[in-house]
């Protein structure tokens, strides 16, 4: 099969940014040695705001399919670690947690995916199905108060890990934090690596061109099913990691401003680039916290002028952007 | 009987105020396939239009017609600095769409405040027969939002510039060949859509909080009415989707909570969107 | 566009921008600050809803705090030591109160925090002030504390300063079910507050002979009343009781009043302030009654002084209400119970808080119970004027107790 153009470049920033990224973490794993305090509290969480955000980049950047409610898994993961230590069961509540919470996001958007693409609904008909799948969430954990503490949110205690005989308080911030890096950077090296194989091609050429993708004999409903569900689990396991961390999640997680805030941190980081989407959901999450203490109206307004500027002139974002500065002059513009 | 006749009265009164509510949207993505997630702004800043109008002393008319046009106005400068570079790709027009949200939602905060905002309601009262009631306001709105659809519905069908407009939705190419210019005609169609969705927002604002998010009520529902509805059909569509949205979440009130109400109708959108796709799918 | 806001709104940002500037820059210069320990200033961390779906209370809020805080530093401060406000935005959203509540904790290492507004919020702060050891003075009339939302509630280092269901409501039914019968409708957001609320109302109603003849639950943003009002017209009810919240209050009572219903239904409601009354208008909101422990034309000695003080810092036509006072009411009775106990620390203003009673509240004398941290409150009942054209004529008053002492909060061991 003959890959479309758009992969070169892929292939040409696999290695820096294999680069940055092994950098980047080199530096977030030696953090706590140097810093203390709210830093090392918050970064976990802004880590795993930017798991959320790659869920995203491998569904929009990489297969062309955008969706608006990747809050909607991320919250139900959270009520999954405020709810497992109810469950009467012998494993420990914590990994259950990140069991089930993989397991809601993968069936559900499985189910919704395959449910949709196998009819052809495409595009952006997706996205109003997402917006509305984030609505309903959002309403449901709400409504079902015994179970959700609905409006009031719900608080999730956090975990004491044991493995063999050693056991872990995460309610320290440095347990916490090196429980949270790794599992980031392993979603992410998961993630690179199925983007850079077969199934990851075939995804590419289906946001290309889907239609001759399915004329060479693939069942891309099925490719695009795999996707979401794939995306839908990660961000899961990202919502159940945030709730422990937070130790609290309530409706308004799953809600649509939070679900298209995370379409607006990976069209900045970068849609293509995983490593973009995350550092973007880090980078905005990281102004936003400190800049609306200063100016709480101007920022949000600041953050929907750069969102629209990105999406007319830079549709790479930040990650684009600089891998074209990092390559051959000029690049001709894209068609999307 | 009684109660029949009174959730059929309530029916048609939701079902009109959403479908003057998804007007602009039926115009907009129904006529030009642009996904316009700023619809729901677009009805905000009629409210918002309205209110500010009326508290300086204009008489409400006046004012809901100046909403219109201002969010028309708003509509033009969107398309032709930003939205017409994009007619070809869908999602780019999806996003910038939503961008527009995103920062017209921000200015509407810092010129028109955070506070409470309310327009009196013009027509107060209501005619009350046997047990059900029709309140005078609402009912006036009713009555243009069905007279917007119809004529609406008489310009795309019975005059010449209307044939032209429907030429184009089906065949852009074959439209320009045709001498149509398709630039100013896809212009005109978006600033009415915008300008629809000013005047809903602006009638809508006696009945609703002002607020800077009232249109986000509205959008979500708005896309499922025209969806459901069928995507191009504005005169039918638009009536039939709202009373399939609207009327049936009246309908499964009468069974279960609101909640469960508003949940069970997203997904019989979503149904519909899965099993009758009419100008859903692409030609496959 | 900028003229639009009125001068209080823009007075008030700019103090309270001017509160999170000083709050900052003391922190970057913190090293310099610590020269004598009896200088440094106690510091507290503000969390207000400055942006997002609750702002209209969030004015009143931060206002009511920093007046109070403006008027402890002008007598000299605590243990000779001033005030400094930490102003963070919670955005009203759970999800931003853990980030700023940490922040304030961890980095800005406040003494102790102020605020948070609806239960979801103060619900998203609980864990932060029981792992960090600070104690929470929270403002909201709430649904009262229940075992399950622990640590948000039944907490001992949360303490409640707004009133609860049996302060709020109980104290009326007779009057008004001896007025307009015995019949209630109740209609409110689908939520934990308004659910609770009505549960109290239902067993206080039975024990009076009432009854409940209707019970709707409207997810919030909803825009049509229709059905609900259809519902209440045949339900024959005498009293509709009514706990929606937000722009949904706003959007029902239009369309309750467009229906001409007004004139077959009285509505009493245990939300609607000063803030909410004045965005719903003289038309819609008129003969409606109202339940609270304050309200701005309450004839208290204490109320004319404070709003004085209030309108002198705010402007002329800034609102205050419920809320906004409990926030007053907090920072003046921590500064009490921190001179009480000579020292600054979590133990000595929990423990100075307690049963600690305040005479100078704008409601006159109120005082915190022990037990459970529930503030002992008086409570009112009004009823809005027709063509009323301000706050000052907004609210006639019906009835009131000077004090009104809640049930015992239903944690797992009192005292908590």
């Not at chain 1, 991320?74 to 069991?99: C, E, I, Q, R």
């Not at chain 1, 993630?191 to 001759?212: P, Q, Y």
């Not at chain 1, 949000?300 to 600089?322: D, E, K, S, T, Y």
């Not at chain 3, 970057?28 to 009896?38: D, E, F, K, S, W």
Request: with cysteine; net charge positive; glycine share 10%.
């Amino acid at each position: 099969m003959k890959y479309p153009p758009a992969l070169s470049r892929l292939s040409f920033s696999w290695y820096s940014e294999n680069a940055v990224a092994t950098v980047i973490f080199a530096v977030l794993a030696l953090l706590p040695a140097f810093l203390s305090g709210y830093v090392i509290y918050i970064v976990p969480q802004y880590l795993l705001y930017g798991v959320l955000a790659m869920s995203l980049a491998l569904l929009w950047g990489v297969a062309g399919i955008l969706s608006f409610g990747q809050a909607a898994f991320f919250a139900l993961g959270a009520y999954a670690m405020g709810l497992a230590p109810h469950w009467t069961s012998s494993v420990d509540p914590f990994y259950l947690a990140l069991l089930v919470s993989l397991l809601i996001g993968a069936v559900l958007a499985g189910v919704v995916g395959y449910f949709l693409f196998s009819a052809g609904v495409r595009d952006v008909y997706f996205v109003l199905v997402t917006l509305a799948l984030s609505i309903m969430t959002e309403q449901i954990t709400v409504s079902q108060s015994d179970i959700t503490g609905g409006y009031n949110g719900m608080f999730i205690p956090r975990a004491q890990l044991s493995f063999g005989g050693v056991s872990l308080d995460l309610s320290a911030d440095v347990p916490m934090y090196y429980t949270i890096l790794p599992i980031v950077i392993g979603i992410y090296v998961l993630l690179r690596l199925v983007v850079a194989s077969r199934f990851g091609k075939v995804l590419v050429g289906i946001r290309e061109n889907e239609d001759r993708v399915l004329s060479l004999g693939f069942r891309t409903s099925l490719y695009k099913t795999a996707a979401f569900a794939l995306s839908g689990a990660v961000a899961g396991l990202a919502g159940a990691l945030y709730g422990t961390h937070a130790s609290f999640v309530s409706p308004s997680l799953a809600g649509v401003l939070f679900s298209t805030q995370v379409v607006v941190w990976v069209a900045i980081g970068g849609r293509e680039s995983l490593l973009g989407a995350l550092l973007g959901a880090v980078g905005v999450a990281a102004l936003s916290n400190y800049l609306t203490a200063i100016t709480p109206e101007y920022w949000q307004l600041v953050v929907g002028i750069v969102f629209v500027i990105v999406i007319m002139a830079f549709r790479g974002g930040v990650a684009g952007a600089l891998i074209r500065l990092g390559s051959r002059p000029p690049m001709e513009p894209e068609r999307g | 009987m009684q109660t029949a006749l009174s959730v059929l009265v309530d029916s048609m009164l939701i079902t009109f105020v959403f479908a003057l509510a998804a007007l602009g949207l039926a115009i907009i993505f129904g006529l030009m396939g642009v996904i316009n997630m700023g619809h729901g702004a677009m009805l905000t800043l009629g409210a918002y239009f309205t209110w500010f109008a009326t508290t300086k002393g204009v008489p409400f008319v006046a004012a809901v017609l100046l909403a219109a046009a201002g969010v028309g106005l708003i509509g033009l400068l969107l398309e032709h600095f930003i939205i017409r570079h994009f007619y070809d790709r869908p999602f780019e027009t999806l996003l910038l769409t939503w961008g527009f949200f995103l920062i017209s939602t921000e200015l509407i905060k810092i010129a028109f405040g955070t506070d409470l905002r309310t327009v009196t309601n013009p027509l107060p009262g209501a005619a009350h027969f046997g047990s059900f009631v029709l309140p005078a306001y609402q009912s006036v709105v009713a009555l243009i939002s069905l007279a917007l659809i119809v004529g609406l519905g008489v310009m795309l069908y019975r005059t010449g510039l209307g044939i032209k407009i429907r030429a184009l939705v089906q065949n852009a190419e074959v439209a320009s060949l045709l001498g149509l210019n398709v630039a100013r005609a896809y212009k005109l169609v978006f600033v009415a859509g915008s300008a629809a969705a000013g005047l809903a927002g602006a009638l809508i604002s006696p009945m609703l909080s002002v607020d800077p998010y009232i249109g986000n009520i509205f959008l979500v529902r708005s896309f499922f009415v025209v969806i459901v509805g069928g995507i191009g059909q504005v005169l039918g569509g638009t009536l039939v989707g709202s009373f399939l949205i609207g009327g049936s979440e009246t309908f499964f009130a009468l069974f279960s909570g609101q909640v469960v109400a508003q949940t069970i109708v997203f997904m019989l959108a979503i149904l519909v969107l899965r099993f009758r796709p009419a100008g859903v799918l692409r030609a496959q | 566009m900028k003229h639009l806001q009125s001068p209080a709104n823009k007075f008030s940002r700019r103090a309270v921008l001017r509160y999170a500037a000083a709050g900052s820059l003391a922190s970057l210069a913190a090293p310099a600050i610590v020269r004598a320990a009896g200088e440094r200033p106690i510091k507290v961390g503000l969390i207000s809803p400055l942006t997002g779906a609750w702002t209209v209370y969030g004015k009143a809020h931060s206002a009511g705090f920093l007046l109070a805080v403006d008027e402890i530093n002008a007598a000299g401060g605590v243990l000779g030591r001033k005030i400094e406000v930490v102003v963070a935005d919670s955005k009203t959203e759970p999800r931003i109160v853990v980030e700023q509540a940490n922040r304030l904790v961890r980095e800005e290492r406040v003494d102790f925090l102020a605020g948070t507004f609806s239960s979801a919020e103060r619900n998203a702060a609980g864990p932060v002030v029981t792992a960090a050891k600070k104690v929470l003075l929270y403002p909201t009339f709430y649904e009262g504390q229940e075992q399950k939302y622990y640590p948000g509630v039944c907490n001992p280092d949360i303490f409640m300063f707004g009133p609860e269901p049996t302060q709020q409501v109980w104290p009326h039914m007779e009057y008004m079910m001896k007025n307009f019968g015995k019949k209630f409708f109740m209609i409110g957001s689908d939520y934990v507050w308004p659910r609770v609320t009505n549960e109290f109302t239902k067993e206080k109603l039975k024990e009076l002979g009432g009854s409940v003849v209707g019970e709707l639950y409207i997810p919030f943003n909803t825009p049509q009343y229709d059905s609900a009002l259809r519902q209440i017209r045949e339900s024959k009810a005498n009293i509709i009781f009514h706990t929606l919240t937000g722009s949904d209050t706003v959007n029902f009572r239009k369309q309750f009043v467009a229906a001409g219903m007004n004139k077959d239904f009285t509505l009493w409601t245990v939300d609607d302030e000063e803030v909410v009354t004045s965005g719903l208008g003289p038309e819609v909101s008129a003969g409606a009654y109202v339940s609270f422990d304050y309200f701005m034309t309450i004839k208290n000695p204490n109320n004319g002084p404070f709003l004085e003080r209030f309108r002198a810092k705010f402007g002329k036509d800034a609102l205050m209400n419920t809320v906004g006072v409990a926030m007053y009411n907090a920072a003046h009775m921590a500064a009490l119970a921190l001179t009480k106990a000579g020292k600054v620390s979590t133990e000595a203003l929990r423990d100075g808080l307690r049963d600690l009673a305040f005479d100078k509240a704008p409601q006159g004398t109120v005082t915190m119970r022990g037990r459970d941290n529930q503030m002992v409150l008086p409570s009112y009942l009004m009823r809005v004027r027709s063509g009323w054209t301000g706050v000052n004529d907004m609210f006639e008053e019906i009835q009131h107790f000077d004090s009104v002492t809640p049930v015992d909060a239903r944690c797992k061991k009192l005292p908590l």
